[in-house]
């Protein structure tokens, strides 16, 4: 089974990872706390120290992008590729309401038209593969079956799915019907994100996910 550590703003940096890794070693991959760009496309101070090159640490790392814009994206991917990175991950999942005010993170999930003209832009200029980081949807989990066909549609390296929508957060149950749905129908490899919370979701993952 792959074992990934999730970002968390303000908390997962550079010299944090490299600390974890030391003591608690084997994992697959860190994902980085999200780079966001704006219009002057340049890293601030802490997202470069945040981005060190690729092959300046003894471990697996994927630079995490934050964007509505396809143009921003496709400057952050290839500043990532510039450092030795060979793979970029697209977050539509975060739930901020901060962030989706903005239409960006699970923000993106508002409107399935503009979200699959936005990849088919990046997918057609990204230097590198791209993975997606989703929610099944913003209000209802019956939105994530037309998302998921949007998603089928491009060649996403990995799809990791929070199997919760963007107004539960990070409470209440997550829905392992829908992401059986996902397991039966993604084109893409898929990853879990979100809590088990009982030995039957755990052996089920588990069987499904060597």
């Given at each position: ?56 640490v ?6 995490q ?11 952050a ?5 510039q ?6 991950n ?49 209000e ?6 037309a998302?998921?066909d ?47 919370y ?13």
């Open positions: 089974m792959r074992y990934y550590f999730a970002p968390m703003e303000g908390i997962t940096d550079a010299p944090y990872r490299q600390v974890h890794h030391q003591f608690f070693p084997g994992l697959t991959a860190y994902y980085m706390p999200f780079i966001s760009p704006t219009m002057h496309r340049t890293l601030t101070n802490r997202e470069s120290r945040d981005l060190p090159m690729a092959d300046s003894p471990f697996r790392a994927v630079p992008v934050l964007t509505k814009v396809p143009e921003d994206f496709l400057w991917a290839q500043a990532c590729a450092r030795g990175y060979d793979e970029v697209l977050n539509v999942g975060c739930p901020s309401g901060t962030v989706v005010s903005k239409g960006k993170g699970s923000g993106m999930l508002r409107n399935p038209g503009e979200l699959d003209a936005f990849l088919d832009q990046v997918f057609a200029g990204c230097p590198i593969p791209i993975t997606v980081k989703t929610r099944l949807g913003l209802n989990p019956e939105e994530f079956p998302i998921l949007i998603y089928n549609r491009y060649p996403i390296k990995e799809l990791t799915i929070h199997p919760r929508v963007r107004k539960q957060f990070y409470n209440g149950d997550v829905d392992m019907d829908m992401f059986r749905f996902a397991e039966e129908n993604s084109r893409a490899p898929l990853c879990y994100n979100g809590n088990l009982n030995t039957e979701q755990i052996r089920h993952f588990q069987q499904n996910h060597p």
